[in-house]
């Protein structure tokens, strides 16, 4: 991945082997795991640390049927260079329903969640380090330029008067 540059991660779940689970994804890191609890509904998150990381669906609940699989998508873009870690969560939910009119009311997480992270190297992105860092640097050379220079106009201007002081006549202009 590169410094503040979008890129997608797509997460796939599925109750049995299907055929096209891969489909369409330009990269799969397929992680088949034994034991997974997959219910009817599921939740999956995305976490990590100096990540702008939006989820392009509306709710993070999906329900997952026999035949299909289900899919969550992330835009995710990192903020720095360097090491980093996303850590993808995703749990099965359990439908709880109101005793006395039957319907369902909440939702809660049951068995065990799967957690599972990625480590990505992020390169610099150097046009945005340019165009984004190099105006804060540039103000500070000029600040340190502008410093240097009226130090040496004040100092000159200290000597001029400290030679006054003591009588030393001012060079004098040679003649041609």
């Not at 540059?5 to 797509?10: D, N, R, T």
């Not at 103000?139 to 106009?153: K, M, R």
């Not at 000159?156 to 041609?176: N, T």
């Amino acid at each position: 991945m590169t410094q503040m540059v979008a890129s997608y991660v797509i997460l796939r779940v599925e109750k049995g082997r299907l055929e096209h689970f891969e489909e369409g994804l330009d990269k799969a890191i397929a992680r088949e795991r034994e034991g997974v609890d997959v219910a009817t509904r599921m939740e999956a998150h995305l976490d990590g640390e100096d990540f702008g990381i939006i989820l392009e669906e509306i709710n993070p609940k999906k329900l997952v049927g026999d035949t299909t699989y289900q899919q969550w998508q992330w835009q995710v873009t990192p903020k720095s260079p360097g090491p980093h870690r996303l850590v993808l969560t995703v749990s099965p939910l359990a439908q709880v329903k109101d005793i006395i009119g039957g319907d369902i009311t909440a939702e809660t997480p049951f068995g065990t969640p799967f957690r599972d992270h990625k480590d990505i190297d992020v390169s610099r992105n150097w046009p945005y380090f340019f165009r984004e860092q190099m105006p804060q640097w540039s103000n500070i050379l000029i600040g340190a330029i502008t410093g240097a220079a009226l130090t040496l106009i004040v100092q000159a201007f200290r000597d001029r008067k400290k030679k006054r002081r003591l009588g030393i006549p001012p060079p004098q202009s040679p003649e041609w």
